[in-house]
């Protein structure tokens, strides 16, 4: 049986691929009424349904409740604040150096060649309708 979150613990997530809206509740200690809402309010917290429509969770939303919790109940965010602190934090990944960027692109030229004359037509012709859509 799973146990909900006490103080400032965090429950260990049992190993298994999907959990229903039940299993969840318990392990964040909190009602399933709420879940439902946080998925109007959150955009990144979209449990799959099964066949007969059951929510079925996966790990990466259970993190994302027990975080959300966190942010609402001990950080005393509201639902807007911890909306834009999850998408802030989303965005903060750092993009890869061009160097790294331009060095898998030579590695890639040297797997697969120069292309093809007919693709440097093609990106040509797809440049200028881009610029006559513009």
Not at 73 to 89: M, N, P, Q, V
């Amino acid at each position: 049986m799973l146990e909900p979150v006490v103080g400032d613990l965090r429950p260990e997530i049992p190993d298994k691929l999907y959990f229903r809206i039940g299993e969840v509740s318990r392990l964040a200690g909190i009602k399933p009424y709420v879940l439902r809402f946080w998925e109007t309010e959150f955009p990144g917290l979209g449990p799959k349904k099964s066949g007969k429509g059951h929510r079925l969770y996966r790990r990466k939303d259970v993190e994302l409740v027990l975080e959300i919790k966190r942010l609402l109940y001990e950080k005393r965010y509201t639902i807007e604040g911890a909306r834009k602190f999850l998408d802030s934090r989303g965005r903060d990944v750092p993009s890869k150096p061009a160097a790294v960027t331009a060095k898998a692109a030579r590695k890639q030229a040297d797997l697969f060649g120069n292309p093809a004359p007919i693709l440097e037509d093609i990106r040509k012709e797809l440049n200028e309708i881009l610029t006559l859509l513009r």
